[in-house]
């Protein structure tokens, strides 16, 4: 099994993905909920629900942790202006801060991480994971 591609892709990611918690656990957010900010930042302003399409996370999931989110005064949710039932999700100047602050320590947590690898044996897998990606 531990030779298994799929496998070891699992592994590393949760073995990364606790790394990165730990790591953002000084600015009181975890990896997921930087990359729901910087997803909000990148393509404001963008529905609740086509937020949630685009990241895989159903509609009650994505309450919760826009909850989170507007708890801390990172988003806003406003009403739609041509769909009432609809909010739309913008980012504070707070998140926007949060958001570069958190990017700097997710550098370090991929550099801490990756350590084992020579620059460009980083390189190339940055390149071979974003072909993946892709597909």
């Keep these: ?14 073995t990364a993905s606790a790394l990165a918690d730990e790591m953002l656990r000084e ?3 975890t990896a997921r909920a930087v990359g729901i900010l ?6 404001e302003p963008m529905t609740q629900r086509s937020l949630g399409a685009s990241i895989g996370v159903d509609k009650s999931t994505m309450v ?6 507007e708890g801390k005064g990172l988003v806003r949710r406003s009403r739609h202006p041509q769909d009432r039932r609809a909010f739309l999700i913008e980012p504070t100047d707070a998140g ?3 958001q570069k602050r ?7 947590c991929e550099e801490r991480y990756l350590k084992v690898l020579s620059p460009s044996e980083q390189d190339q897998l940055r390149k071979m994971l974003a072909r993946l990606y892709a597909q």
């Excluded at 958190?102 to 370090?108: F, G």
């Design 64 to 69: 919760g942790l826009l909850d989170e989110l």
């Design 96 to 98: 926007i801060a949060a």
């Design 1 to 14: 099994m531990g030779e298994r591609i799929s496998f070891l892709l699992y592994r590393n990611a949760i």
């Design 38 to 43: 910087t997803m909000v930042i990148e393509r």
């Design 27 to 29: 600015l009181g957010l």
């Design 102 to 108: 958190a990017l700097q320590l997710l550098d370090r």
